[in-house]
């Protein structure tokens, strides 16, 4: 089931993210008094947030991100598409794949899944991306298996040169 947003205005779940809807967001920022002229805005991101935040950072210059951290996510567009203009990322049915079963913690579930090469066609191509980018992982976690999400990305910035990529493993 996807994830409802209960506002008026905001999308009704996540089977299409456009990067334009936060856009505009990061311009209503830097247009305020508060912001110096011309200041570039910080996204942090845990779990969803994560490839919403990667996608800002990989399709807006950095004049309006200029650095992403995340927590605990996924590098691919996970529970719906990821849109800028006439790109698309589909959408990495990593659920389709998942079978839950209960936490160590009580009333959760584990849904921890093998992490196999990841399609390009699902991948948000961060080495891209002008920003500079932390990506957090526990682990621990008992959703993503963060630790191989960001050990590959990573990767895949070390392979297309990309230095302004860091890797925190708690």
């Not at 994830?3 to 305020?32: N, T, W």
């Not at 910080?42 to 919403?52: A, E, P, Q, Y």
């Not at 991306?129 to 910035?157: F, H, K, T, V, Y």
Request: net charge negative; hydrophobic share 40%; glycine share 8%.
């Amino acid at each position: 089931q996807k994830q409802k947003c209960r506002y008026e205005g905001l999308p009704k779940d996540y089977s299409h993210v456009k990067v334009e809807y936060f856009e505009r967001a990061i311009d209503m920022l830097q247009g305020l008094d508060v912001v110096a002229e011309g200041g570039e805005v910080g996204v942090l991101g845990c779990s969803k947030g994560c490839d919403i935040g990667l996608s800002l950072a990989t399709f807006l210059p950095a004049s309006k991100v200029r650095a992403v951290v995340t927590v605990n996510g996924a590098i691919t567009s996970v529970g719906g598409v990821t849109s800028y203009g006439h790109i698309t990322i589909k959408e990495h049915k990593i659920r389709d794949v998942s079978h839950p079963k209960p936490s160590v913690i009580e009333g959760t579930l584990d849904i921890l899944t093998p992490l196999e090469e990841v399609s390009e066609e699902y991948r948000i191509p961060i080495e891209k991306s002008e920003a500079d980018i932390l990506m957090i992982a526990a682990g621990d976690d008992r959703i993503w298996e963060s630790i191989l999400w960001a050990e590959a990305a990573r990767r895949n910035c070390e392979r297309f040169c990309k230095q302004n990529f860091s890797v925190l493993i708690y």
